[in-house]
């Protein structure tokens, strides 16, 4: 896997192995890089750092964790993506899916069902089939009759795993499937774009759903990326509740009640001036004039986009992934600098949020345990781990940067740190203690010199 990691992220910098090799340092041949790649050979520790800062990725990436790799990537508008680009990206979400597997992991949760096994195969015949089968998908789904809220809480609450990524522009996003290492079964993944659109992602994560809804179309005169089309504007917006929105045999609409609309769907304008004729409210006459009219100008600039931050945009961003690692921060089943980590926000706000207001009285209530930190050996150099959790919260390339890292976690634990030498055994202990706090010993009776005590910790009276 470290062969496979390197290669990826060789392609992602856009670099041969000679310019990869003229910017390392320390120093390592051509035939050593290649050799690393082909895995024939494995770089010291030395070397593995100056790859990563070369590569700028991280030791965890470079030696993998779950994710053996992604196959059946499809690239959505992938119209002038270069090499560079893919592997950029594949970088980025391979990164983000070693850490949505390693949460679940940790949680224990199991895989879940298939979505689409109540289905079962359909023959689509024509597009009132189509209707009707995004229709059964709402019924077998509970989604009701109007708008969906959330495309995306959508799909998470159907254990497909979305990831939003800040992709190269030339492209919106992507699926693909994650081999996992192991006998680990094989899941799906969907990647968009943090750029794009909330009109243009709620369509877009509806016509994965069609792509995995719509098994095959009978009738040759139905090509399937129409009918997939069809499926994804029906679930967006159903026929029915537009009728009693828009009324029957409309000769025209005005500006205001298309943005209405197509706000209360969550679809671009263009989008719901189709569906408009679709369901029978606009004679088709009327749709084409408006596309050779005013709809002209909504080709290169959608009227009043839906904001990221109101109405339905509030809601579509991925959550699963946020809500996994909040649950294993108040389950005790990793430090807080790891989550600060995963959440990619600073570990005083992760802190802050995890203890609240009260937090002096949830510090000193019983049973509140605090996961003492191990520094050990590891292939990459060493290693720091919370006390009985597999995977390793950091690596480093000398034993001194993983006892400096361990050093700060234990300090945010209030836990203890062990360290390990290279046999594994335990060789040192420690308590280390904030500035300006009071540590209290270990063994009883021992006298302790008097500090000021933080503002956050109760002081413990006779």
């Known amino acids: 896997m470290f062969g496979q990691r390197l290669r990826l992220a060789r392609k992602r910098a856009g ?27 494995m770089p010291s520790s030395r070397v593995l750092v100056g790859l990563g800062q070369a590569l700028d990725v991280s030791l965890d990436f470079l030696f993998g964790g779950q994710v053996e790799g992604l196959e059946a990537v499809e690239f959505r508008r992938p119209s002038g993506t270069s090499a560079k680009d893919r592997a950029r990206a594949e970088v980025l979400i391979t990164e983000q899916l070693e850490n949505y597997l390693a949460i679940e992991n940790i949680l224990d949760l199991e895989p879940a069902p298939d979505p689409f096994g109540g289905l079962g195969s359909v023959q689509i015949r024509s597009l009132e089939d189509v209707e009707g089968l995004a229709n059964r998908l709402r019924r077998d789904w509970n989604l009701g009759s109007g708008p969906i809220p959330s495309m995306t809480g959508l799909l998470e609450s159907k254990g497909i795993k979305l990831v939003e990524a800040d992709l190269p522009e030339r492209f919106d996003g992507l699926v693909c499937t994650v081999k996992l290492a192991g006998s680990g079964p094989d899941t799906e993944a969907i990647v968009v774009s943090s750029r794009a659109q909330i009109e243009g992602r709620r369509l877009s994560l509806a016509r994965e759903l069609a792509e995995r809804a719509v098994d095959s179309v009978a009738d040759s005169r139905i090509r399937r990326d129409k009918a997939i089309d069809r499926f994804a ?38 989008v719901m001036l189709t569906r408009l004729r679709e369901v029978g409210v606009v004679s088709a006459a009327a749709l084409d004039r408006a596309f050779r009219g005013y709809m002209r100008a909504w080709r290169q600039r959608e009227p009043d986009p839906i904001s990221q931050n109101e109405g339905l945009g509030a809601f579509e961003k991925p959550q699963r992934f946020e809500d996994l690692v909040w649950r294993g921060l108040g389950e005790q089943l990793f430090a807080p600098v790891r989550g600060a980590g995963l959440l990619r926000r600073p570990l005083q706000d992760v802190e802050a949020e995890i203890r609240g207001p009260s937090a002096a009285a949830f510090e000193d209530s019983p049973g509140v345990s605090r996961k003492n930190q191990h520094v050990v050996p590891h292939p990459a150099g060493w290693a720091v781990k919370s006390e009985g959790i597999r995977r390793a919260t950091s690596i480093h390339a000398t034993q001194a940067d993983a006892i400096a890292a361990a050093r700060t976690i234990a300090i945010s634990n209030r836990s203890e740190l062990l360290i390990h030498n290279r046999k594994g055994r335990i060789e040192s202990r420690d308590y280390p203690v904030k500035p300006g706090t009071r540590h209290e010993a270990e063994f009883p009776g021992e006298p302790q010199a008097e500090a000021p005590i933080p503002e956050l910790v109760t002081r413990r009276t006779a």
Do not use: C
């Open 15 to 41: 670099l041969s192995m000679r310019e990869l090799a003229t910017r390392m340092s320390p120093s390592v041949s051509v035939q050593a890089i290649s050799k690393y790649e082909a895995g024939k050979m």
């Open 233 to 270: 504007q029906a679930l967006l917006v159903p026929g029915e509740h537009l009728r009693a929105q828009a009324g029957s045999n409309r000769h025209g609409f005005t500006y205001g009640e298309l943005v209405r609309l197509k706000h209360m769907y969550g679809v671009a304008a263009s």
